[in-house]
Structures are given as C-alpha cells and as structure tokens.
C-alpha cells in the first residue's frame, strides 16, 4: 500500500519533471525565435504539457524566464573561468583559460546560450523587474572572479572583473558571427592584458 509519504514523494517528483520540462521547452524556444516570438502556448506544446501546466508551475512569461534564469545561475557563477586561473605559472593559466573558452565555443551547442543571453538582456532592458534579477546574474559572475583578483596598476579587482566579463561575452558575440577573422582562442590575449597584473603571485 502506498502511504500519503511516497504519494506527496510522487507528486513532487511529477512536478519537479513538469517544471524541467517546461524549461528545457522555453530555452530552446526562445533561443530559437526569442522571448517575444515563442507563446506560452508555443512552450506547453514543445514540453507535451497543456498551458494550464504552465499557470500551475509558474504565474505567467516573465517567473518562467526568471525561473530559468535561477537554473543557469545554479550552473554558473563565473567559476569556471576562476578555476582556470588558479595553479601553475601566468602563462599556463592563461593557456588554459584560453583553450577552455575556445572549447566552451566549439559546436553548434554554443550558439543557444549566447543566444539566451541576448534574449534575457533585451527582456530585461524592457522589463525593470526582470532586469534587476539579470543584473543579480551579471553581478553573482563579476563578485566571483573578483574574489581571486588583487588591484594592481591603479585599477581595483572589480572594475578588472567587469572588463573581464565584458570581453567573455563581446568576442563570443563576435566569434560566432565569424569565427574565422575573430577566433576564439583570442581570449588567451584578452585575459592576459585585462587580469594579468592582478593575478597574485604563487595562486591562483
């Protein structure tokens, strides 16, 4: 017999999956025609639900992208890039940023995200509320890699931070555009000119 315990285990279960769904289906959606091209009806349909699971999961188009917003939050908060800067002499780690970007951008699994991110700052360039929570995103990014960052030459860890993530996102913007005159692995020689100075000696 199956008590109330493994009845509520299932029904969270089915919810959790509704939900993932329903977020795999709105990503690649909205990556795909963007946020104001993709329904939520277009979304239930994709996921194989109803609209009405929609509603029951999430109150309307803006807490579903928040929503997955939160998800690619949980998956990145610029650690990766962190973790490539840590051990071994400056050049290996640049090295190693630089192939890592490069492999990051490699495939036609590149173009979503990129995609997604366009489409979340023009969503939140339109939507105040929206737009204070994809600052939150931009902001969780820069703090990580500030904390492995000294100042150095005037310029404080923050502001190196900042150019730093501005230069992740504007060559990959560029490079997928066109690979062949803006390749990727460019990012090495960025990353050297911005965060050089203010790697400390001995770590990352």
Request: hydrophobic share 40%; glycine share 8%.
């Amino acid at each position: 017999m199956i008590n109330s315990d493994d009845r509520a285990d299932k029904r969270q279960e089915k919810r959790e999956q509704t939900r993932a769904a329903l977020l795999d289906a709105a990503e690649r959606l909205w990556a795909e025609r963007g946020i104001h091209g993709a329904s939520l009806d277009d979304i239930a349909g994709t996921a194989g639900l109803t609209k009405g699971a929609v509603y029951s999961n999430f109150t309307g188009k803006t807490d579903l992208l928040l929503a997955l917003l939160d998800r690619h939050t949980q998956h990145d908060h610029g650690l990766e890039l962190c973790e490539e800067l840590r051990d071994g002499t400056a050049e290996a780690r640049f090295e190693r940023a630089g192939h890592h970007y490069a492999r990051r951008l490699d495939g036609d699994d590149a173009r979503l995200p990129a995609l997604l991110l366009v489409e979340f700052w023009l969503y939140g360039m339109r939507d105040f509320a929206a737009g204070w929570r994809i600052a939150d995103w931009y902001h969780a990014r820069r703090d990580s890699l500030t904390k492995e960052l000294t100042d150095a030459d005037g310029i404080s860890a923050t502001d190196r931070a900042t150019m730093a993530m501005a230069m992740d996102l504007g060559l990959a913007l560029q490079h997928l555009l066109d690979p062949e005159r803006v390749p990727a692995e460019t990012y090495a020689s960025g990353i050297r000119l911005v965060l050089g100075p203010a790697l400390p000696d001995g770590a990352p």
